[in-house]
């Protein structure tokens, strides 16, 4: 045989003695694997295959691993199947010889005693047993090793039925007097039958074995075994009457040609048997009302109740029966998928090991299905997003690929997890995909990329595919660069989590270039609603597109009052101009939305317009006078100029825009204002001649001039300085001095002094002293507000 050079190395290594067992197990193997070989493949299931194979050094090592774990035996164990093995033979045994005991012995002669006490001894073994067996939880599937959760497993179960099967039954009717009611309870005994009806189910598994030949065995041995268990009883329907009155049974009244049966009591004990299946079988069949036939009450209520559990049965028979013809069972599904495997791995020359992880993977899901998502796909979206959670949240919040995401990224994650489930046994704990202790698993590539975090199960995993996780991070853009910033704190670094790290980043980049874009659209869109979430997955409202234009741009345009509010909360310059130069309450009032632009003033927003007289000329000419009259009205001066030094002014009166020319005067509008030739809007009025626009013009000149010259003097007099003149000299005492008056300070000192002297009835006055007495001769010296003192020439002297 031909191995592979790793393989021949070791056995240059390890020895000759290795390489003959590998060759006879390799060459097993494959026999077993082939179509050709069913009797071995049968034998094996029986136990009855070599013993080098069961009793083998490694059976041997791992029967003392599983006593090292405090006396708990897997069920895998070599040395425990070989047990169940001999076991299976014992309750074979049992259920069939169970029945025939109880119709036909009287107390057991003395080889069957002895061989019934042996095999009572052997399920008494098998009972202490039990009680160091681990066993698959059937709702978490993991495996339990613990020695009290096993006890008072097996406990509640059938230890009881288990130990009631193995008393001396027949030694307990002798000791009770032979009282009849004692040996119903060898009926006990047929629980054993489970034992059986395990052996097929796991028959029916095995790929190696034909599944049609497996099944019509089982199918054969139901109805021998019911047909038996009912020659047994109508045999002792017949034999619990006296003697005297066996002529009134269904085998004492039997008459089969010449032959008759009185006296069936001295028949061959096979012949009587042969008699009873017989009848049992006919009565099975329903042929008809021939030589054998019920011929008391008795036996006629048991025919009956007989007949109706054979109803029952053929359509168990006959739909089992049609099942094989028609195909398609889950049995059926899961032993093609394994046929191509087995194929497969021929075809490959996998190794030993590995196949035994395939055929146990393949095997658990299939003991699992439970799990798939057929079994909640009837249940509504809702319910089924709550079971996840209950299940999964705790596990992925202690992901550390996940600490400190939002919970509603977390409750994406659970919703769209997957269980999966591996054999603990063969499960690598070490550099594998996935080890005992892991939780999480994200199939990042078709090659799979894992990453790890704890878990107390032993064979169960959750797992994550790549686009799930993808469509996640679209809508929770945010929680992206937690992930990613995870990653680089994380202190596992090889070539998976490397590719997670690079696709991610990629991702985000990428995300965030198609993001600005989403949230544009969703304000373009009036959506608020997918507006808050991109937000609040970690958009950036305040970033913009290719054309320079944010989000608020797009909701003032459209006219969403909603949009432009919560926008405008959340920091989005009011004031930003696009790349046109065009701003949001721009926008807006350039397609009429006059709520939203009194929004945009209220937020502080203000009308920005570059070459604002170009702007305004442009638009006067093409007469959109509602637009005017916004722009104007939201403070735009209408004495803006263009390159020519016109203004819109200009333009409306040149074009005999009589409402335009009107909109910018009462916008305030100049008509004194000059352009490059140094012509006014009223030279441009009077060279139109249009009559109506110089009448408009004149008055505003008029008014306009008013306002000018009103403006002028007042502004003169806010230029005026007040100051307060006392009529006494500032060193006089307090008895000397009078009230004072305030007096606009005049052009010349002179006419201060003048003015001063009439209002305060004072002689004519010398001069003005300041507060320290020193004379004034200039008004520029006066101050505003400043104290002054008028005396006279005397007082001077």
Known sequence: MKMAGSERKDEETNGIEVKEEYEVDDLRDRIQSSRGSRFTLLTNELGLEPTRRKFSREG?????????????????????????????????????????????????????????????????????????VAYRD????????????????????????????????????KACGNKEEVRYLLWIRLSRVHKVIDFFQNMEKDIRVNYLFTRIVKLIAVEIYCTHTAACIFYYLATTLPPEEEGYTWIGSLKMGDYSYSHFREID???????????????????????????????????????????????????????????????????????????????????????????????LQYESSYTEAAVLQDIPISIRAKISQTLYKSYIENVPLFMGCSSEFINQIVIR?????????????????????????????????????????????????????????????????????????????????????????????????????????????????????????????????????????????????????????????????????NT?????IKNGHDRVASLLVEKGATLKIDDAGSFLCTTVAKGESDFLKRVLSNGIDPNSKDYDHRTPLHIAVSEGL????????EAGANVFSKDRW?????????????????????????????????SQEITDKMHLRKCTVFPFHPWDPEEHRRHGIVLWVLHTIEDLIKTAAEQLNFPRGSCILSEDAGKILDVDMISDGQKLYLISETQQI
């Open 417 to 581: 997890v997957h269980e999966e489930f591996f054999p603990p046994r063969r499960s690598n704990n070490g550099t594998g995909k996935c080890g005992r202790s892991t939780l999480f698993c994200l199939s990042w590539h078709a090659g799979g990329g894992w990453y790890r975090g704890r878990w107390n199960g032993r064979d169960r995993l959750l797992r994550l595919d790549k686009q799930s996780f993808l469509n996640i991070l679209e809508i929770y853009f945010h929680d992206g660069r937690k992930i990613l910033n995870n990653l680089l704190e994380g202190k596992e670094s090889n070539h998976r989590v490397k590719q997670l790290e690079s696709d991610i980043t990629f991702h985000i980049g990428k995300q965030e270039a198609e993001l600005a874009l989403r949230v544009n659209s969703a304000a373009y869109h009036g959506d608020l609603y997918q507006l808050k979430s991109l937000i609040r997955a970690g958009a950036n409202p305040k970033k913009t597109d290719y054309d320079g234009r944010s989000p608020l741009h797009l909701a003032a345009s459209r006219g969403y009052e909603d949009i432009t509010h919560f926008l405008s909360q959340e920091g989005v310059d009011v004031n930003l101009s696009d790349n046109f130069g």
């Open 60 to 132: 041997l090592i791992n029967g003392i691993k599983d006593l090292s774990k405090g006396l708990v035996i897997h069920p895998d164990n070599s040395w425990y199947r070989t047990w169940t093995k001999f076991i299976l033979i014992w309750a074979v045994y049992s259920s069939f010889f169970t029945p025939m005991e109880f119709g036909f012995f009287r107390g057991l002669p003395k080889n069957l005693f002895l061989l019934d006490i042996a095999g009572q001894i052997a399920f008494l073994l098998d009972i202490v047993l039990q009680f160091f």
């Open 269 to 363: 004990i096979w012949k009587r048997y042969t008699t009873s299946l017989y009848f049992a079988i006919v009565t099975m069949a329903t042929l008809g009302y021939g030589d054998i036939h019920a011929v008391n009450l008795r036996e006629m209520i048991f025919i009956m109740i007989y007949v109706s559990f054979d109803m029952i049965l053929g359509a168990y028979l006959i739909g089992n029966m049609t099942a094989l013809i028609v195909k398609g069972s889950k049995t059926e599904r899961f032993r093609d998928k394994m046929t191509d495997l087995i194929k497969y791995m021929n075809r490959n020359r996998l190794g030993r090991d590995i196949r035994n992880q395939i055929k146990g993977h393949v095997r």
């Open 658 to 665: 009589y409402l335009m020319a009107k909109l910018l005067l």
């Open 678 to 710: 140094g012509n006014t809007p009223l030279d441009e009025g009077r060279m139109c001649g249009n009559k109506n626009m110089i009448k408009l013009l004149e008055n505003a000149k008029s008014a306009q001039l008013s306002e000018f010259l009103v």
């Open 138 to 173: 059937s709702q978490t599937y993991r495996m339990v090793y613990k020695r009290t959760p096993i006890a008072l497993r097996y406990l509640k179960s059938t230890f009881v039925i288990d130990l009631l099967g193995c008393m001396p039954w027949d030694i307990i009717y």
């Open 584 to 588: 949001p309450l721009l926008d807006a």
